[in-house]
Each structure stands twice: as structure tokens, then as C-alpha cells.
């Protein structure tokens, strides 16, 4: 059997998630914060004061990777945990004033990068491949 890469969704795909965090990267930088770091912000840019287990439900990452991420974050202060008062077990996780100081900036870096990227393709062509990813997304979410 044959495989041939430049055939394969997986290898494209993922050939271009890495383009997208290499350009994201280098534009978030500045802001101090890794492209690891993203998705998590993303997410606590929506709503803050969430449990681990709220994120991780959000983000599809594993559940270690998320802990290490989230150490760093505090440790550069981009968040803070305080004490889940209805599970003493469980532990909230908070924004801190330099994280949401960034919001704005790291949008706009996040918005240039995918703008930059997809000028290739006419505004259908774009609207298009958003709903073939959504799509393809909801698919492998759900198996």
C-alpha cells in the first residue's frame, strides 16, 4: 500500500496547524505568551472562574498537559487559582489583570495570522472551509 502525504487530510492538516502556531507564535510573543497558552486564554477569555475539569471539558488536550500549561501560566502570572467553595477537592482558575490586559492584542495577532492565510481563497472559498473544519471536527469530537 501506498500513501502518498500530500493525499493525506491528516498530514495537511496537521502540516498547517503548525504553520498557523509557527506565525502565531512569533506575533504573541511580545504579549508573553506561547502558542500552548492560547487555546487556554481563548477559553478563559470567554468565562473565567472555571474548575481544571471545566476547562480540560473545553480545550481537547490531555489532562497533564493542561496541568503543566496551567502551572507555567501561573507561574508567569497570567492566572490564578483560589479554593472551589462547593468542592474543597477542586480549584478555580482565574484570569490575572496581565491576561486580560493582552485580550484585545492577541486577538488581533491570532486574526492577522488567519487572514494572512486564507487570502488565497475567495470569501466563499473561506466560508466554505470553515464549515468543512467545523464540520470534520464535530465528527471525530463525537467518536
Given at each position: 500500500m501506498n500513501f502518498e502525504k500530500e493525499n493525506s487530510a491528516g498530514y495537511l492538516v496537521n502540516h498547517m496547524a503548525r504553520l498557523f502556531a509557527k506565525e502565531l507564535q512569533q506575533r504573541i510573543a511580545?504579549?508573553?505568551i506561547v502558542v500552548g497558552q492560547f487555546p487556554i486564554l481563548l477559553q478563559?477569555?470567554?468565562k473565567d472562574?472555571?474548575?481544571q475539569k471545566e476547562l480540560l471539558g473545553k480545550i481537547d488536550v490531555e489532562q497533564a498537559t493542561?496541568?503543566?500549561?496551567?502551572n507555567r501560566m501561573e507561574r508567569d502570572g497570567l492566572i490564578k487559582r483560589t479554593k472551589n467553595p462547593a468542592d474543597a477537592r477542586a480549584q478555580m482558575i482565574w484570569l490575572?489583570?496581565?491576561a486580560t490586559?493582552?485580550?484585545n492584542s492577541a486577538y488581533?495577532?491570532?486574526q492577522s495570522v488567519n487572514a494572512e492565510a486564507l487570502q488565497v481563497l475567495s470569501e466563499t472559498e473561506q466560508a466554505h472551509f470553515m464549515d468543512y473544519m467545523r464540520r470534520i471536527i464535530g465528527k471525530m469530537r463525537s467518536d
Open positions: 511580545p504579549l508573553g478563559l477569555w470567554l472562574g472555571v474548575t493542561l496541568a503543566n500549561t496551567l490575572t489583570e496581565k490586559a493582552i485580550r488581533e495577532s491570532a
